[in-house]
């Protein structure tokens, strides 16, 4: 059941994005050309064309990612922690293993602020989660973002003592399951969860479903500021930013209603 979830949650999110629906536009163009509809092909690439040319230039993505990215304050006050919990997707694994050296993906927020913060709190236990995301690796893969997680702490100077690491989970809501098992928290311990902060409402919701308890969510690697800084042109980031947005949007609705 978890690995249908998978699936269907990978097919859905393919057919959201924003540049999938730039494809099937043209291909509709395509299709309407070839059959010698020249006025619905016209209107099509009308549409098309205005649709992309005011995505190039203004960051609508902003509009819909900033609430979500609100959801919690940032840099939360902190007086006691026993465990930092980072969530994958901060690693790039592949190139990792390419070039045989820890690199980070856009998100790597979440490896230096976990480090700071396991830095601020020479006591308090690191967890790291999260396997790989990827249909092609179902059948799996050959180096996971753990070991790539482990190599960087420890290269930063944290005792392997303090680490631990889950390298299974291959979305939110098995990392929280997943880690829960791993970490065992006690009642009263508090534990801080570190993740980008468009991702944060979803990762509270399962992370508090799965039985966390006094859990301080700790946002990062912000993706918007304000509309007027972000109008220029830039097709691919605003298509990134617009697909993200799409992405979380549909994620809390699909995790609401499985009980995720």
């Given at each position: 059941m978890q690995t249908m979830f998978f699936i269907i949650s990978k097919l859905v999110g393919a057919l959201i994005r924003p540049d999938t629906w730039l494809v099937i536009a043209l291909g509709l163009i395509v299709l309407t050309l070839s059959s010698n509809r020249q006025r619905?092909?016209?209107?099509?690439?009308?549409?098309?064309?205005?649709?992309?040319?005011?995505?190039?230039?203004?960051?609508?993505?902003?509009?819909?990612?900033?609430?979500?990215?609100?959801?919690?304050?940032?840099?939360?006050?902190?007086?006691?922690v026993d465990g930092i919990i980072v969530l994958g997707g901060g690693e790039d694994v592949r190139a990792s293993t390419f070039w045989g050296q820890s690199q980070l993906s856009?998100?790597?927020?979440?490896f230096t602020a976990a480090l700071a913060l396991a830095r601020r709190f020479p006591k308090a236990r690191l967890l790291y989660t999260g396997g790989s995301g990827e249909l092609r690796d179902l059948a799996g893969n050959s180096t996971s973002g753990a070991a790539m997680a482990g190599q960087f702490f420890r290269d930063q100077g944290i005792s392997q003592e303090r680490l631990l690491f889950e390298g299974k989970s291959r979305n939110t809501t098995e990392n929280a399951r997943f880690s829960f098992a791993m970490a065992s928290p006690c009642q009263n311990e508090v534990?801080?969860?570190?993740?980008?902060?468009?991702?944060?409402?979803?990762?509270?919701?399962?992370?508090?479903?799965?039985g966390w308890q006094n859990l301080v969510p700790?946002?990062?690697?912000?993706?918007?500021?304000?509309?007027v800084d972000g109008i220029d042109w830039d097709l691919l980031h605003h298509f990134q930013i617009l697909n993200?947005?799409?992405?979380?949007?549909?994620?809390?609705?699909?995790?609401?209603?499985?009980?995720?």
């Open positions: 619905f092909a016209l209107a099509l690439c009308i549409m098309t064309f205005t649709a992309v040319a005011v995505l190039a230039i203004f960051p609508l993505g902003n509009i819909l990612l900033q609430p979500i990215e609100r959801s919690y304050p940032a840099n939360p006050p902190l007086s006691r856009e998100g790597g927020e979440r534990w801080v969860l570190v993740t980008s902060a468009f991702h944060m409402p979803r990762s509270i919701h399962s992370f508090t479903s799965a700790f946002p990062v690697d912000y993706r918007t500021s304000s509309f993200i947005a799409i992405k979380e949007y549909v994620g809390l609705l699909a995790y609401w209603l499985t009980g995720r």
